[in-house]
T-cell receptor, first 115, second 114 residues
Framework: EAGVTQFPSHSVIEKGQTVTLRCDPI?????LYWYRRVMGKEIKFLLH????????ESGMPNNRFLAERTGGTYSTLKVQPAELEDSGVYFC?????????????FGSGTRLTVV | AQSVTQLGSHVSVSEGALVLLRCNYS??????LFWYVQYPNQGLQLLLK??????LVKGINGFEAEFKKSETSFHLTKPSAHMSDAAEYFC????????????FGTGTRLQVTL
């Protein structure tokens, strides 16, 4: 089966611009997560979708970040306007079912650089 | 709230030597614990997971980890390092059995030398 796909793999934008990241989860995975790793720090949770609903968005840093998952398939994460501190690697993950026993499959990440 | 501490941001071992990557967690409830590996230019790959079954968990590529409740630890080991093990390793915890977020440690970069 295809894995979790993220694109773009890299994005360099100027401060104040808008960037949209996309994640395609494994087909049939109801749960989709976004995480971010700022350089040298831990990978931090941003939010969790169950199908098209936001189950937990406690990790979203501020209202410049908007995540959507229309139709319960792919998800987008928009940053508008981007700030320097938004630079980092954004990971998407998905899993099937209601328990952690199924594990989580991660994408390769999008490396965002804001200059 | 749960947290994860990985001692040593960088670990260097010789090829053939024992690999030991440390992970300690804090959780108010029985945890579910994971080790992930990230090879250069790749995503996070699950090495192994503990979900309240056997305390010694075997994973891929010869890695294993032991859950020790009394020490709140879940250290990752491999008897003999290979050059291909060079990567960054992340320990993560979930404090619920239902599908929810993971809390990660800061990662340990493993270097394997000849």
């Amino acid at each position: 089966e295809a894995g979790v796909t993220q694109f773009p793999s890299h994005s360099v934008i100027e401060k104040g611009q808008t960037v949209t990241l996309r994640c395609d989860p494994i087909s049939g995975h109801d749960n989709l997560y976004w995480y971010r790793r700022v350089m040298g720090k831990e990978i931090k949770f941003l939010l969790h979708f169950v199908k098209e609903s936001k189950q937990d968005e406690s990790g979203m840093p501020n209202n410049r970040f908007l995540a959507e998952r229309t139709g319960g398939t792919y998800s987008t994460l928009k940053v508008q306007p981007a700030e320097l501190e938004d630079s980092g690697v954004y990971f998407c993950a998905s899993n099937f079912g209601l328990t952690v026993g199924y594990g989580y499959t991660f994408g390769s990440g999008t490396r965002l650089t804001v200059v | 709230a749960q947290s994860v501490t990985q001692l040593g941001s960088h670990v260097s071992v010789s090829e053939g030597a024992l690999v030991l990557l440390r992970c300690n967690y804090s959780s108010s409830v029985p945890p579910y614990l994971f080790w992930y590996v990230q090879y250069p230019n790749q995503g996070l790959q699950l090495l192994l997971k503990y979900t309240s079954a056997a305390t010694l968990v075997k994973g891929i590529n010869g890695f294993e980890a032991e859950f020790k409740k009394s020490e709140t630890s879940f250290h990752l080991t491999k008897p003999s390092a290979h050059m291909s093990d060079a990567a960054e390793y992340f320990c993560a915890v979930s404090d619920t059995g239902t599908a929810s977020k993971l809390t990660f440690g800061t990662g340990t970069r493993l270097q394997v030398t000849l």
